[in-house]
């Protein structure tokens, strides 16, 4: 028989197991809250007071309030172009990466032998350090170099200097991120790839779907949530850009290859003005919010998600 006095010393220790739980839990999520705070949310709300004041590096600060957008918008000589170049950047380098992502996806079918050696050498060039990519760009891509030596000697062309070439430069930049972020896109369409339904290509080939028909009309719907991901991330990346034009042109020439990261950076480190390049910081995030939340959007016509 169950009594009151039975039952009251095992609540007691319930309580006590469930005390113990909840501390082991607030010890394991600590740390993660703590680096999250320091690392995360601290510089968030910093960088917010700092695009409100004129905040020089060294030296006193005065608040300004929203003067520092409204030069950036208005007066800065630099920041609509490095704004275009960002976006002529985004324009090119997203499209491209996600063909070439996909074409490769598709041309390492179940069909290829040592296709998981191919995504290895096709992924590599992702955790690749950018600064070793851009010393090989480098090399490929400079009057003495490599491309220009091979075309010399076998076809007798002399290439333009891709890296200097003001026609050229933005290209150069947009080729050496192709190659080093292709492999990420293409890993995820992969995945992608492996959940179609065999039975739905198979009737899709029965009906006549050959080729890019086959392709457009029936995979790309069928993978299109991997596609939408892939298309959001990289519009992310690519707005962020800053590595790539910094190693391989150093902006140049002129400023025709300073993105806007590019531009942030030498407002706050190189003019020593903290407060306007915090101000650059925000206009860029409002910008990528604003391009994310038209993507979703957007989505719905497209998009093809299996309920």
């Known amino acids: 028989m169950v009594t009151e006095s039975s039952i009251a010393p095992r609540r007691r220790r319930r309580s006590t197991i469930e005390t113990r739980e909840r501390r082991q839990a607030l010890g394991f999520i ?3 809250v703590l680096g999250l705070a320091v ?9 917010i007071v700092m695009s409100l004041f004129d905040w020089p590096i060294f030296g006193k600060r005065a608040f300004v309030g929203l003067d520092n957008y409204v030069t950036l918008l208005t007066s800065s000589p630099d920041f609509w172009p490095a704004l275009r170049n960002s976006a002529v950047f985004t324009l090119l380098y997203v499209p491209l990466n996600l063909v070439v992502a996909l074409g490769l996806s598709l041309l390492l079918g179940p069909r290829i032998r040592g296709r998981a050696v191919f995504r290895v050498l096709f992924f590599i060039p992702v955790v690749t350090p950018i600064v070793a990519s851009a010393l090989i760009w480098r090399l490929v891509l400079q009057p003495d170099g490599l491309l220009n030596g091979m075309t010399v000697s076998l ?4 290439l333009p200097n891709f890296l200097v070439d003001q026609n050229w430069a933005m290209l150069a930049v947009v080729a050496m991120s192709v190659w080093a972020g292709m492999g990420y896109n293409m890993l995820v369409l992969t995945a992608a790839l492996e959940q179609v339904p065999t039975s739905v290509v198979e009737a899709a080939q029965i009906d006549g ?4 028909r086959l392709v457009g009309q029936v995979i790309i719907p069928l993978i299109s949530p991997a596609i939408f991901f892939a298309a959001v991330m990289t519009i992310i990346s690519s707005m962020q850009v800053f590595a790539q034009p910094q190693l391989l042109t150093g902006g140049g020439p002129g400023t025709s290859t300073v993105p806007l990261v590019m531009f942030i950076y030498n407002t706050g480190f ?11 910081a925000w206009i860029l995030f409002v910008i990528i919010i604003g391009i994310t939340a038209l993507q979703f959007r957007a989505q719905k016509r497209w998009v093809h998600y299996e309920h």
């Open 155 to 158: 076809f007798g062309w002399e």
């Open 39 to 47: 690392f995360t949310v601290l510089p968030v709300g910093l960088a």
């Open 30 to 32: 600590t740390p993660a």
């Open 209 to 212: 779907a050959r080729g890019i």
């Open 270 to 280: 190189k003019f020593q003005d903290l407060g306007l390049a915090a101000a650059g």
